[in-house]
């Protein structure tokens, strides 16, 4: 990359690189980030008068479209440049003479401390966090466009093991199979069975004796047979699924490739009971949505949590055994409830058969605190005693030890940690977003954020969490690494400082096989095509159109419509400023001509500010009340300020559907956006916000729209144009809703998420077992950071909680 600085320098347009330098110095910024350089260099192009072609085309767009980060010294400037997706560089080009010369990771840590004023080097050296040197001796992806599908990576690196080194391998193969048991019963192989190559030779017996049954046979009929030859419960139900299984691994030891491999370990029967973690929010089935904190997680997690109990259902009956699999959802019990049951100790999911949610209560340390909700920012210093009891509860609850913990946000993936670390289970983490990427200087201004966001324990929580874990499930690739211009969540845990605290040298290994790609799905019992009309109830939706276009109520609506008939621009979200709908607002109210065609209807949480103790809600609010003003948005806009029980959200999207609407998400950032995919599903044309996972899930023009959330003239061109076209040939809108409808079904269902969760389980249960060495040395390194870092600065926040009458 020194070469591209080097070449803009020898090239005609030095002149013009001086001149930006001259410009970004005349900013008020020291240190300037991507969106701010893009802005500044538009500015440059524009000044000097600049053709179209040199923003991207020219060498000096070239370097800056590389460039994530500017830091300003007095005689000279620092460049980050990002050449490749995953890969960071450092540079020093000094002001006067244009020298070039590269910086060390540390030396870009202290001049990011510097701009910030605390860098003190008197003071002696900060404290540096460097994961690296763990990773070194773990497998390790190499091709950047593989991050992310780390299981096939490691059944390929597993299957090489087992034909280079059998001996080892496949040895650990065979221990592996005689640890498995389900309610005290052995599974797999028995004690008759005592070396490999006895299990081995006495492979072939078994495949000739099953193979001359009937295919159909029940599992049943010649268990006792199998037994006597070593064979216990697993391999199947069928003659024909026993034989299929005993096959596999035949071939598996013979000749060992990464297909028969996934599909052996994929029929390993060792999950039964799960847990997943979600501390936080309020975690219901009923009148939480919309509450602070507890959005889509909540949703996600309730949806994983049936589709695995299925799941776990169809692969037991399938291996012969009875089918009685549990799934816990571990989360806090609310002892003020506000109305929701969030202080119940337990909880049946509806439609699973043993799927519960369990509340644990924190410890009362203050009660005017530990008996209410409390922020996601606020609650690390209950989570270490939270895992604590939960332990308990959970062993109690599940009769055992759980098979598989799942955590879910920092908080819970904290939790998730303590626990599978102090059962020693198989540990997965999901971050559904991480906070560092949200706020711009989260880590630079730590200390000033701390007081309200607590990120100096947010950002340690994270490190653990997600370098302890077996492995991470992310919703999308960009999660993990970005794009070619905009860095991942995860990336952005590499390197970075937090002045004063510690410097993170090497945060994670993005190139670890943890990392897997396994987007979610949505409920099909309620998010299903318009079309569907024998599953839908007419009298809802007669109610839900009332609703949403005319119902005269100022309790749950907002704005009558002068001609309801017109095309719905449908959005819903909380009223959080990075959901913007009041960005949506702002492009509706600045076109006439969408106006024109459309109605905008919003189904938002709140009509009114006083009913709101969110600051971000509050200003959300007045803002959108400013704007319908402003804009003289009467009779256009419908703003609907109620929570919805879980069918109507189903259905509200349909109604829409029904007059040829469209869905618009136009989030500043949306990590993945569960609402994309029910609109979609639903059967409406989706507009959504290209900065996130929508990025993913939407191929433009295709089977949906992306937007800039920020080029308020350029969306609404683009709803327009759509409008138009649809007006001018209506197939049209039914085409795009169609492929909407097939893009849900083929690539975004809970079945196809859940049966690669489990497969992912079976193989990092047996690489943990397999690697275990490995690993012990990394968690040490952890639990470190856990007692000697986190634990302290969480007791600190604990005796600020405690001389308070409450938290907001
Ligand atoms: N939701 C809802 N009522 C509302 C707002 C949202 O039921 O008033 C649901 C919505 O249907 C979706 C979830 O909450 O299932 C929001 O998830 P998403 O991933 O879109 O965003 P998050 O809130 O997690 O950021
Ligand atoms: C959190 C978010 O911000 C959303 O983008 C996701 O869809 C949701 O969690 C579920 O993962």
Known sequence: MSDLIQTVIDSEEKADLRQFIGLLYQQEKRYLLRSDILRVFSEYCSQAEKEDSFFSGSLLGQLIYFTQEFILENESLCLVLRPVIARQEYFRVNR??????????QEYLDLCDQTTGRFRPQDGDVLELDFQPFYDFSPSIRDSKNIGKGVQFLNRFLSSKLFQDPGKWQQRLFQFLRLHRHNG????????????????????????????????????????????????????NTAARVRETLEILDALLDSPDHETLEAFISRIPMVFRVVLVSPHGWFGQEGVLGRPDTGGQVVYVLDQARSLEKQLIEDHTLAGLEPNPKVVILTRLIPNNDGTRSNQRLEKVYGTDNVWILRVPLRE???????????????????????????????????????????NYSDGNLVAFLLARRLGVTQCIIAHALEKSKYSYSNLQWEELDDQYHFSLQFTADLIAMNAANFIVTSTYQEIAGTADSVGQYESH???????????????????????????????????????????????????????????????AYGHLDDPGKRPLFSMARLDRIKNLTGLAECFGRSPALQEHCNLILVAGKLRAEDSTDREEIAEINRLYELIDRY??????????????????????????DRQGVFVQPALFEAFGLT???????????????????????????????INPNALEETAEKLLEFVGKCEANPSY??????????????????????????????????WNYGSQENREDLLRYVEMLFYLLFRPRAQKLLERHSQRDSIE
Do not use: C
């Not at 244009?98 to 910086?103: D, K, M, S, T």
């Not at 909700?373 to 005693?385: K, Q, T």
């Open 733 to 766: 809108w039914q085409q795009i809703s169609e492929r909407a409808v097939h893009r849900v079904y083929s690539t975004y269902t809970w079945k196809i998420h859940t049966t690669r969760l489990l497969t992912l389980a079976r193989v990092y249960g047996f």
């Open 494 to 556: 590499r390197t970075f400082t937090m002045p004063d605290l510690y410097h993170v040298v090497s945060g994670i290994d993005l190139f670890n096989p943890k990392f897997n790609v396994v987007p979610p799905g949505v409920n099909e019992n309620i998010y299903f095509p318009y079309t569907r009309t024998e599953d839908r109830t007419p009298g809802d939706r007669e109610r839900l159109e009332q609703l949403l276009f005319s119902l005269d109520d100022p309790d749950q």
């Open 632 to 657: 003289r948005l009467e009779g256009k806009i419908r703003w609907l300020g109620v929570r919805l029980a879980k069918v109507d959200s189903g259905e509200i999207y349909r109604v829409i559907a």
């Open 365 to 407: 340390f203050n009660p005017a605190v530990t008996q209410n909700w409390i922020s996601r920012f606020e609650i690390w210093p209950y989570l270490e005693s939270f895992a604590i009891d939960s332990e308990k509860e959970l062993m109690a609850e599940l009769r055992g030890r759980p098979d598989l913990i799942v955590g």
């Open 96 to 105: 006067e003479d244009l020298r070039v010369e590269p910086l060390s990771i």
């Open 676 to 706: 994309i995919l029910e609109a979609m599903i639903s059967g409406l044309p989706t507009f959504a916000t290209r900065f996130g996972g929508p990025l993913e899930i939407i191929q433009d023009g295709v089977n949906g729209f992306l």
């Open 185 to 236: 019963s052995q599974l797999l192989i028995n004690e008759r069975l005592q070396t490999l190559s006895q299990l081995s030779a006495q492979l072939k017996r078994v495949i000739a004796f099953v193979s001359a049954r009937r295919p159909e046979e029940p599992y049943a009929n010649f268990r006792f047979d199998l037994q006597s030859l070593g064979f216990e419960p697993g391999w199947g």
